[in-house]
C-alpha cells in the first residue's frame, strides 16, 4: 500500500513537471521533491523474539546464507544488532553508533560479525550492503532484521524505538516452539501464550499506527491440533 501510495506520488509529479515545461516559473523545487520521493527508503523490520527465525527468513528471501542464524559462537541475544539489508555492488558491512553516526566499515565474512560481536556494546545498528537481486528488485524496501524482543540489552530495546518512528510495516515472527497460538483484535491483541514483553511491543506497534503482518516459524516442529 505504501510503496503503490509512493510510485502515484511520484507519477504525479512527473506528470505536473512535464506541465511545468511549458510554463515561465522556477521547477527546482518540484524536481528536489521528485528526487527526494524517489530515493525514499521503505524500512520493514522483521521482529520477533531471539532464534524466531528471522535471520533464516530473510536469508532465504536473499538466497544465500548472509546473515548468521540460530545461537552461534558470534551471535546471541546480548549481541544481536538491528541489521539493515540495502543493495550495493560493493559489498560490506558499516556498523553505525547510537548517535547515528558510521563507526566503522568491515569486509563481508564470519570474522567481521566475530569483531562487531565483541564490540556489539558500542554500535547501535548495522548495514548490511550486499550485490543481490533480490534486494535490488525490492527497492525502495529496505528489511531489517531486528534484535529480540527478549534482547536483554537497553540499546537493543532503543533500537527497536526508533524503527517504530522510521518504519511503515513490521513483519512479526512468532516461532511454534514457544507459542501455541495468538489472537489479533483491531482493539488490541490478547495475550495467550505470548510473553508480556512482546504483547507490549506489538501494543507499541498498534499505537503508532503501523502496518503488521504475522508470519508463523518453524510449523514442522509444532505439535498436531
Do not use: C
Not at 98 to 107: G, P, V
Not at 136 to 155: N, R
Not at 200 to 206: D, F, I, S, V
Amino acid at each position: 500500500m505504501i510503496l503503490r501510495t509512493q510510485t502515484n506520488f511520484v507519477e504525479f509529479l512527473e506528470q505536473v513537471l512535464e506541465v511545468l515545461k511549458e510554463v515561465e516559473i522556477d521547477k527546482t523545487e518540484y524536481s528536489t521533491l521528485l528526487a527526494s520521493i524517489q530515493k525514499q527508503q521503505l524500512v520493514i523490520p522483521v521482529v520477533g523474539n531471539f532464534s524466531a527465525g528471522k535471520s533464516t527468513l530473510l536469508n532465504r528471501f536473499l538466497g544465500s546464507s548472509v546473515l548468521p542464524t540460530g545461537i552461534t559462537p558470534y551471535i546471541t541475544p546480548e549481541t544481536s544488532l538491528a541489521t539493515e539489508l540495502h543493495y550495493s555492488a560493493d559489498e560490506r558491512i558499516e556498523a553505525f553508533s547510537s548517535n547515528d553516526e558510521k563507526a566503522e566499515s568491515f569486509e563481508l565474512n564470519e570474522q567481521s560479525f566475530e569483531a562487531i560481536k565483541e564490540n556489539a556494546a558500542e554500535y547501535s545498528y548495522l548495514k548490511v550492503y550486499l550485490n543481490n537481486e533480490a534486494l535490488k528488485d525490492s527497492a525502495p524496501l529496505v528489511f531489517v532484521d531486528m534484535p529480540g524482543f527478549d534482547s536483554p540489552i537497553s540499546s537493543h530495546t532503543h533500537a527497536i524505538l526508533e524503527y517504530l518512528e522510521r518504519s511503515v510495516h513490521f513483519v512479526i515472527l512468532i516461532s511454534v516452539e514457544e507459542y501455541n497460538h495468538f489472537v489479533i483484535l483491531t482493539t488490541g491483541v490478547e495475550e495467550y501464550n505470548l510473553t508480556k514483553r512482546m504483547v507490549r511491543e506489538l501494543k507499541n506497534l498498534l499505537e503508532f499506527d503501523k502496518g503488521l503482518s504475522f508470519i508463523l516459524s518453524k510449523t514442522d516442529l509444532g505439535t498436531p491440533s
